[in-house]
């Protein structure tokens, strides 16, 4: 079986999903950081599937209320919770460190309102700049305010 190129091998989607639950117990546990950044459990619905899916994810406030999210992942595509978020955008929620999932509602930026975001994320997390430097493909910055 062949895979698509810049696509995660069946070893490396298996650590994901093992790391991945190992950061959502952290996290509901009362501890949202990791290697120096703040992360939050984005709660989306599968595009195809309709499963629920939680995924730890890196943010940056944005406001009293809102965060900020890249869809890095690594690799030549965006990660599949960004398909998730876009295909059912009515279904996501975050959960922060030790509190309950609260329904947001994503709105990915563009011009002007990415840039600003992305000088606040990089300003946070120098490596995420270093990272998009490496990729040919542009990550999307989502903005999450709460319903």
């Known amino acids: 079986m062949t895979r698509e190129p810049g696509t995660p091998g069946a ?3 298996w650590m994901q ?3 991945n639950a190992r950061m959502n117990r952290r996290i509901r546990g009362g501890r949202g950081v990791a290697m120096g950044m703040d992360v939050l459990i984005l709660h989306t619905v599968g595009r195809r599937s309709g499963q629920p899916r939680e995924t730890p994810v890196m943010w940056v406030a944005d406001g009293d209320d809102a965060r900020l999210v890249v869809a890095s992942g ?3 595509r965006h990660p599949d919770w960004h398909a998730n978020l876009t295909a059912h955008p009515d279904r996501v929620a975050v959960e922060l460190a030790g509190g309950e999932a609260v ?3 994503p ?3 563009d011009g002007a309102d990415r840039e600003r975001a ?4 990089t300003a946070a997390q120098p490596r995420l700049a270093k990272y998009q430097n490496k990729s ?3 990550y999307p910055v989502i903005r999450l305010s709460p319903r």
Not at 118 to 121: D, G, K, L, N, V
Request: net charge positive; hydrophobic share 25%.
């Open 74 to 76: 690594g690799g030549s």
């Open 118 to 121: 992305w000088q606040r994320i």
């Open 136 to 138: 040919d493909r542009r």
């Open 107 to 109: 709105n990915q930026l």
């Open 103 to 105: 329904p947001v509602t």
């Open 17 to 19: 999903r093992t790391m």
């Open 11 to 13: 070893f490396s989607r």
